[in-house]
């Protein structure tokens, strides 16, 4: 039983290494930057983000890339010492990337390219005389490998099929892990909605032949009941007691009909049993993620220190900077349909949250939004009008935009975004997604201070099954002109 899942909000394709100073996950980011957070625990129950591997755009490229693209799919090991992380910046960026740290904390290196690999997911092992074998996917191909000289990033070879998986739709995700005598081959097939599921081949030698086990898939959701469902492209690793344990991506639908996932893909972990020498896997159980309450008060010397803040395609140091009156975020006229919006972020990492920022807008505009991806996310926006302010809320699905319009007096004003999980009765609406609530209340001295409710919102239209963006829910301040004067932001979760 862990508390799962154990890394919330977008956190999908997790890789685990174990060291000697505990465990370390890596997870997708995609068009995000800082990317490929590290995440560390000694204990697999309490995990901390301690860093991320690409803290410069030009380790992975990512200002071009269009939307679902960017960093897929990593693969973590450590041997000798020296930290490895082997990953694909797909749809433009730097296709393969091998790199190196002896801290998983960074710094990492520049990042050495393997042009051989054409195609994604790439994993990284070495056999006994350290001969390393890079093995990835290429639909609609089977499962590749090639051997690399890892210094120069030069194959020794040409590429090679390896398995065609066990007949299941879309073989991706391969790790390739050393057992006794015999190589297994975990691999993700079916692709990675409801029909996603881990399957597993081995041979006694790294490039194959390999045969299938024959209880694939080893681990599936698909038609089940389970809470957590696509469950899939797995890692294995050695629990403290010897046993084995596996990683894997999930999803967290809401409802009683279980249709919608409003945090995306996010990294659970479970138990393997070896059984005639195959491993069989366990769903893994739900806890829930833990009540968390954070308070940043930029007007009182917080600054971007967190290292769960992140931008789109670009760093948030590009356009946000502290000052002694709070954080400063400065626009550049694009909106959250840009590309490179103005907009600092953090993951949604529980099913019911509250949101609220305090926000100075007299020299910008700009405000509270959650963004699923450019033609998709919810948000409130403020800006100075002669003597008062106009907050507009703003709901974008598929591009189409609709908006709800209110004023508040000049001054500060405070924003908020509440977000609950349906009701578990379907004459209450328990058929869509969760509940989103929009909210503006006026900060200035002598007004009012309540709340004005600008909208109510059914998130099933911003879920990963109608967003389709891979990644999951980030909520955060943007700007739009001019520089927003962000006074405090405080977020309250709990599930």
Known sequence: MYSNPILPGFNPDPSIVRTPDGYYVVTSSFEYLPALPIYHSMDLESWRLVG??????????????????????????????????????????????????????????????????????????????????????????????????LATG???????????????????????????????????????????????????????????????????????????QNTGHADLFELPDGGTGMTLLGVRPVGLTQAFSPLGRETFLTTVEWIDGWPHARLPHVAGTGPEQIEYDFANGAGLEDPAWMAVRRMPSEFAHPTPRGLVVRGEGNTLDAPRPSFLAQRQRHLGIECRVVLDVSAGTGGLAVRNAEDNWFGIEAAREGEAIRVTARAVVASFERSWEAKVPDGDLELAILTSPPPRDFSAGAVGGDRIRLLVRSSAPHSSTEEVLLTELDGRHWSFETAKAFTGRAFGVFAIEGEVLVRRLDYCGAD
């Open 154 to 228: 030069e194959a020794l070879e040409a590429p090679r099929p390896l398995w065609p998986g066990s007949g299941l739709y879309a073989p991706e995700g391969p790790h390739l892990h050393r057992r006794g005598e015999w190589w297994y081959l975990l691999a993700a097939e079916g692709g990675t909605d409801r029909g996603h599921a881990v399957t597993v081949a081995r041979s006694r030698r790294p490039e194959g032949p390999f045969e299938p086990a024959p209880n694939n898939p080893i681990l599936t959701a698909a038609g089940k009941g389970s809470p957590v």
């Open 52 to 149: 991320h591997v690409a803290t410069r755009e030009h380790q992975v490229q990512l200002a071009n890339v269009p939307t679902p693209g960017g960093v897929w799919a990593p693969t973590l090991r450590h041997r000798d010492g020296v930290f490895y992380l082997i990953v694909s910046v797909f749809l433009g960026g730097r296709g393969c990337v091998l790199f190196t740290a002896t801290d998983p904390a960074g710094p990492w290196s520049d990042g050495t390219v393997i042009a051989s690999v054409d195609g994604i997911d790439p994993d990284l092992a070495w056999d006994d005389e350290g001969t390393a074998y890079v093995t990835f996917a290429r639909h609609p191909d089977a499962i590749q490998q090639v051997r690399v000289d």
